[in-house]
């Protein structure tokens, strides 16, 4: 997913909670993302365990969202809780939990999660999964590493600290220089 999906669905969460449940209309986009086809190399939820999410604190702080497709929650990765409050995180999160389940029923391909499309799913920021950062600016290089570690079933905690990330940066961006990064 992109950072765009994020604006988008934060739109219309707020459309939502401004028009009501009775009234509010989802945007089509968003229900295209789902299906696969607003990203180049989009893939159909309908055929994926989870998707990974950039999303953004404050213009300020990247962390990786889960969306889990199995178990219909959410799951912050966040290599620096310090920065921001539980209470915080869930203003963030919260248009997620609310829309999400909105956005996968009007899909018409998840019927089989049943009561999960018809009310928020929860979240969790777990910590002890996540090395935590000392270092400020570095969010963004863990955020896409995280995504690239859980996606593969890989330990967080023991692949991405403060002692790699200089040369998962510089990876990175010779992927992206050179095209070679799968998204």
């Known amino acids: 997913m992109n950072d765009l999906f994020c604006q988008q669905l934060m739109g219309n969460f707020l459309e939502y909670k401004r028009q009501g449940r009775k009234i509010f209309v989802l945007d089509a986009d968003l229900v295209d993302y789902v299906k696969g086809k607003k990203l180049q190399r989009g893939r159909?939820?309908?055929k994926c365990k989870a998707v990974y999410v950039p999303l953004n604190i404050n213009g300020k702080h990247w962390v990786a969202l889960?969306?889990?497709l199995v178990s219909c929650s959410l799951i912050v990765l966040d290599n620096d809780v310090r920065l921001?409050?539980?209470d915080h995180m869930g203003d963030h999160v919260r248009p997620f939990c609310v829309m999400i389940p909105l956005i996968l029923r009007k899909a018409n391909?998840?019927?089989h999660l049943g009561q999960q499309l018809t009310r928020p799913w929860s979240w969790r920021r777990p910590l002890d999964i996540c090395a935590q950062?000392?270092?400020s600016g570095d969010c963004g290089v863990y955020m896409l590493k995280h995504i690239e570690l859980h996606s593969m079933g890989l330990p967080?905690?023991?692949n991405m600290n403060d002692e790699?990330?200089?040369y998962h940066r510089r990876r990175y961006a010779i992927e992206i220089f050179d095209g070679s990064m799968e998204p």
Do not use: G, H
């Open 44 to 46: 159909p939820w309908s």
């Open 84 to 86: 921001t409050k539980p």
């Open 109 to 111: 391909k998840f019927k």
């Open 133 to 135: 950062s000392r270092r």
């Open 156 to 158: 967080l905690i023991e």
């Open 66 to 68: 889960v969306i889990d």
């Open 164 to 166: 790699n990330v200089e």
